[in-house]
Structure formats: structure tokens, C-alpha cells
């Protein structure tokens, strides 16, 4: 059974400090997401990672995928109060084209 | 950039009334799918639609209490059916890109239907 663990599942931190969130998964997979919650809103899709030792950068975001740990990171560089939000990582399904399993989210929580 | 919209987006409702959300894409998709995220919590899916076919549901869901349509490429509904507390929750649809404006691979989430019943 495909299991998703993230953790820290609730951050707080200062501006302009570095973190990074953990996602790891119990079973093989193919590719991993990342997304973004703000209060009440939707989810907003960060980063696709398809491919062992994939590395996507936006801004002071950036994710990586390691496929044989079973475990991709999502790193905060210079944090900065607009960041603060929820993310969730999520892994597809070997078994189905669409199905993800979702990780519990990351409270994360920037103080100026 | 892409539109994926639900009717309502929050409604309070009574126990035992139903409730149907809709979901609308501005473009042709092959798959919807309908989440529910309870308050602090992450996605659960419900079902999947597809046009032309029953829509598959997934360990814990039935079609009895959540019943969908897919009577189009770009349309879809969920009822919540005989409600109860426990159904208060955000209500998703996603779907699957297929090329621009939304890149494949992923999929892509409407605004959300929050629901609370009393």
C-alpha cells in the first residue's frame, strides 16, 4: 500500500531564513508533486517531478526526487512572508495513470 | 490562464437535504475527478468521471451517498446525498492536463465547494 509521510507537518519560521520540507513514500512510484494551499483557497500545482534526480526552481522554491530513497525535498531559500501557506506533496500511483496519494500538508508559517 | 470553476462555492445545508456542486472547465477533458478535504486535513478522492461511463469511486465512497454525472467533455456533478455533519468538508474537482494551457502530468484543482452541515 502506497503510504505518504511529510514532515515537519506545521513550521515557523523568520524571513529570510532556509528550511526544508520532507516527503517521503512507502512504495515505488513515478512521479511527485508538489502543491500550495493558501486559507480557504484551492490548490495551485508547484512542481512535477517525473524522473529519479529530477530538480525544479521557482523563485525560493526549489524540489528535488530521489526515486531509490523514496524521497523528495521541497527547499525554502530566504524565506519571505508570501511563502507562508500549506503544501502538500502527493505521489502517484504505479497501479493507475491518475490517482495520487496525498501527504497530511506542511503548515508553513513565515513571521516578518 | 485556464478557468476551472464550482457552483456553489459554500453553501450551509441541514441534515438529511442533498446538495449538488458543479464543476465547470473551460476546455475539453478527458478526467474529473471529485476530493474531499475535511477541515485541516489533506485530499481524499472520491471518484473519478469519465464521459460515456460510470464514474469509479474509490474504498469508502458510494455511489448511493455521492452520486456524479459527466454529461460533457468540459461538465461534471457531485451530490452529496442524505447529509450528514460528517460531510462538512471542501469539496474538489480536478482534472488532468492535456497540453497547454495545462501541461500534462498534472492535475489541476477548482476553487472548492466548502460545505457545512448542521
Known amino acids: 500500500e502506497l503510504k505518504v509521510e511529510q514532515n515537519p507537518l506545521f513550521l515557523s519560521m523568520q524571513e529570510g531564513k532556509n528550511y526544508t520540507i520532507y516527503c517521503n513514500y512507502s512504495?515505488?512510484?513515478?512521479?511527485l508533486y508538489w502543491y500550495r494551499q493558501d486559507p480557504g483557497k484551492s490548490l495551485e500545482s508547484l512542481f512535477v517531478?517525473?524522473?529519479n534526480g529530477a530538480v525544479k526552481q521557482e523563485g525560493r522554491l526549489m524540489a528535488s526526487l530521489d526515486t531509490k530513497a523514496r524521497l523528495s525535498t521541497l527547499h525554502i531559500t530566504a524565506a519571505v512572508h508570501d511563502l507562508s501557506a500549506t503544501y502538500f506533496c502527493?505521489?502517484?500511483?504505479?497501479?493507475?495513470?491518475?490517482?495520487?496519494?496525498w501527504g497530511a500538508g506542511t503548515k508553513l508559517i513565515i513571521k516578518p | 490562464s485556464a478557468v476551472i470553476s464550482q457552483k456553489p462555492s459554500r453553501d450551509i445545508c441541514q441534515r438529511g437535504t442533498s446538495l449538488t456542486i458543479q464543476c465547470q472547465v473551460d476546455?475539453?477533458?478527458?478526467?474529473m475527478f471529485w476530493y474531499r478535504q475535511q477541515p485541516g486535513q489533506s485530499l481524499t478522492l472520491i471518484a473519478t468521471?469519465?464521459?460515456?461511463?460510470?464514474?469509479?469511486?474509490e474504498s469508502g465512497f458510494v455511489i448511493d451517498k455521492f452520486p456524479i454525472s459527466r454529461p460533457n467533455l468540459t461538465f461534471s456533478t457531485l451530490t452529496v446525498s442524505n447529509m450528514s455533519p460528517e460531510d462538512s468538508s471542501i469539496y474538489l474537482c480536478?482534472?488532468?492536463?492535456?497540453?497547454?494551457?495545462?501541461?500534462?502530468?498534472?492535475?489541476?484543482f477548482g476553487p472548492g465547494t466548502r460545505l457545512t452541515v448542521l
Open positions: 468521471a469519465n464521459q460515456g461511463s460510470e464514474a469509479t469511486y
Open positions: 476546455s475539453q477533458v478527458t478526467m
Open positions: 502527493a505521489v502517484g500511483h504505479m497501479d493507475s495513470n491518475y490517482q495520487l496519494i
Open positions: 517531478l517525473l524522473s
Open positions: 512504495t515505488t512510484s513515478d512521479r
Open positions: 480536478s482534472v488532468e492536463g492535456q497540453g497547454q494551457p495545462r501541461p500534462a502530468d498534472t492535475q489541476y
